[in-house]
């Protein structure tokens, strides 16, 4: 089976970017595993520190590794957002692919000692597993928002990103380039739609030479998307946009189908819903 790092550097190569998607349970799970396979396209899921505590680390690891071995697809497993040493350790123990090794909040200089300490720890548990960094200010949370937060100062620069890489050694880096975590009620009514600041991924692309991820991507605009992979952007996150189809669909399976109690026969429109959302994604990514 193919390895996360060469799904990564053949899609750096062909111009296309990697689809990552959240998920929080099985339906999510089967939805984004059957958008990929529909599309026949690499993918990655996503678990952040509160949804593998509801999903189970193990368990996930373990149903990830399952459809890749049964279906030869690659699909990757992510530990999104991992905000402590304690925490990165033990998922890279039950055997994740990917860490996002989040300090952000922190100034520059005490975020790139911490995750450099994280990356050499981690890589010695583990040498294949790849580490993720992240510097800038992308705003907090994967839900919809009344207002967007004032994100311009938080922006990450080329040498920011230069340092960082060059003394982290990190495998992928995730910048603030003009994308936000969540979505806002405007974006979800389809009135507004996220921009990104092409020029700087271009210049932290040229600077690091490095695999960038592009979080908060939901509700981004579709030529962002495109021209943002253009310049340099290897995978992309997608959370919220995958959450508001599940409640979506749920609301719409339930009141369908209002005296019905077997989960099975309740469940399938849900996953209907989420491939909905993943499967344009995809195919977008992948032009």
Do not use: C
């Amino acid at each position: 089976m193919v390895m996360l790092r060469e799904v990564l550097t053949q899609a750096g190569n062909e111009g296309v970017a990697v689809g990552h998607f959240n998920v929080s349970d099985l339906v999510t799970l089967k939805a984004v595993f059957e958008s990929a396979t529909d599309e026949n396209v690499p993918v990655v899921v996503g678990v952040s520190e509160g949804e593998r505590q509801f999903f189970g680390l193990r368990q996930i690891v373990a149903l990830v590794k399952s459809l890749r071995e049964e279906y030869s697809l690659p699909i990757f497993l992510n530990a999104d957002h991992t905000h402590s040493m304690a925490n990165a350790i033990e998922v890279a123990k039950a055997g994740v692919d990917w860490i996002v090794f989040d300090l952000s909040i922190l100034p520059l200089e005490e975020n790139i000692r911490q995750t450099k300490a994280a990356v050499e720890a981690l890589k010695s548990i583990r040498p294949e597993i790849l580490v993720e960094g992240e510097i800038g200010d992308i705003g907090s949370g994967s839900e919809i928002h009344d207002a967007a937060p004032d994100l311009r100062k938080g922006l990450t620069t080329a040498g920011e990103a230069k340092q960082f890489v060059e003394e982290t050694k990190v495998d992928t880096l995730a910048p603030a380039v003009g994308n936000m975590h969540g979505m806002l009620k405007s974006m979800v009514a389809g009135k507004a739609k996220k921009r990104l600041d092409i020029e700087r991924i271009r210049q932290i692309k040229e600077q690091t030479h490095i695999f960038m991820t592009l979080h908060g991507a939901s509700g981004t605009d579709d030529e962002d998307l495109r021209k943002a992979i253009g310049a340099g952007i290897t995978v992309v996150h997608i959370n919220t946009e995958v959450r508001i189809a599940w409640r979506y669909g749920m609301d719409a399976a339930l009141s369908s189908q209002p005296k019905e109690i077997v989960p099975y026969k309740v469940l399938p429109p849900v996953v209907e819903s989420v491939k909905a959302v993943v499967t344009p994604r995809l195919a977008l990514f992948s032009l």
